[in-house]
């Protein structure tokens, strides 16, 4: 199985990531690579008693040595207000959407490999308050290529009222060969206990609609089976590019017509979008 953060030299963007909550602190981390303009950043979002905060920390590391602060085993940040050391313990479980021959010719904008399941524990701290992290469920992702799709909703949640239940969805348009032209893909990972299933479109059916505050994803297999995400967003902060992100949401997971389960503050909900859309 590849290594979820081996990086791709030849990408003229390249983004590596991690996602955590743990008793009301969550943590979000991107290392971002551009090529294009030489340039690394280091972009940090939390949620704490501490209250909102993201920071953006030039960090041109990154572009040397990809994401040098995270590894599959562990990751690090000993300076500033927003602080960390967590060890890392992925499950098997990996998202890696392929779609012959798109990702060999580069179709779209970009392609991606996600640890959607990760256990971390060490500490997190905030404006020097220091919060322990003890078996908390997160996720570990990175993503490459060309640019950023012109719009995305992203979902990502591993705390719910039921034990063992985690997801993770995205819903993008892309450019086609960085056209104009552009086409709706997506991805749907939904985890209970031991079984999991993956829906990609195409050929499965994957839609959003809705505001960022209330929004619904939908996946429909071929087969008929459907899974739908209802999500309510609060407490935005921009991360630049366009893009608005929460790590305090609020999901409900639906199995046809049942409700499994729900995610009460736990949930990462995030948007990036054109001027004027509220749906993709």
């Known amino acids: 199985m590849s290594d979820v953060l081996n990086p791709h030299p030849s990408a003229p963007l390249e983004y590596w990531f991690f996602k955590v909550n743990h008793l009301g602190t969550a943590l979000l981390v991107d290392w971002v690579c551009d090529r294009k303009s030489e340039t ?16 953006f920390s030039p960090h041109p590391a990154i572009l040397r040595h990809g994401a040098p602060e995270l590894a599959m085993q562990e990751t690090s940040w000993p300076r500033g207000d927003i602080r960390w050391h967590l060890s890392l313990q992925a499950s098997p479980d990996r998202i890696r959407p392929q779609l012959f021959p ?12 996600s640890a959607p399941t990760v256990t971390f524990n060490g500490w997190i701290e905030h404006h020097g308050d220091r919060y322990p992290v003890v078996d908390a469920l997160g996720m570990l992702s990175h993503y490459w290529g060309r640019g950023l799709p012109k719009e995305w909703w992203w979902i990502s949640a591993n705390q719910f009222d039921s034990a063992g239940i985690s997801v993770e969805c995205t819903v993008l348009r892309s450019h086609v ?19 999991s299933r993956l829906f990609i479109s195409p050929p ?29 967003g609060r407490d935005y902060g921009s991360l630049g590019d366009g893009i608005i992100n929460t790590l305090v949401g609020d999901l409900e997971l639906w199995d046809g017509d049942s409700l499994v389960a729900q995610a009460r503050g736990t949930a990462a909900l995030e948007r990036r979008a054109d001027a004027g859309k509220s749906s993709a």
């Open 40 to 55: 690394g950043m280091l972009r940090i979002s939390i949620h704490s008693v501490k209250g909102r905060q993201v920071l």
């Open 102 to 113: 798109a990702e060999q010719v580069k179709i779209f904008d970009m392609s991606l490999e």
């Open 177 to 195: 060969w960085g056209t104009k032209l552009h086409a709706p893909l997506g991805y749907l990972y939904y985890r209970n206990g031991t079984r």
């Open 204 to 232: 499965a059916r994957i839609t959003v609609a809705g505001s960022p505050d209330a929004f619904e994803a939908r996946a429909a297999s071929t087969g008929g089976a459907q899974i739908t995400l209802k999500a309510t």
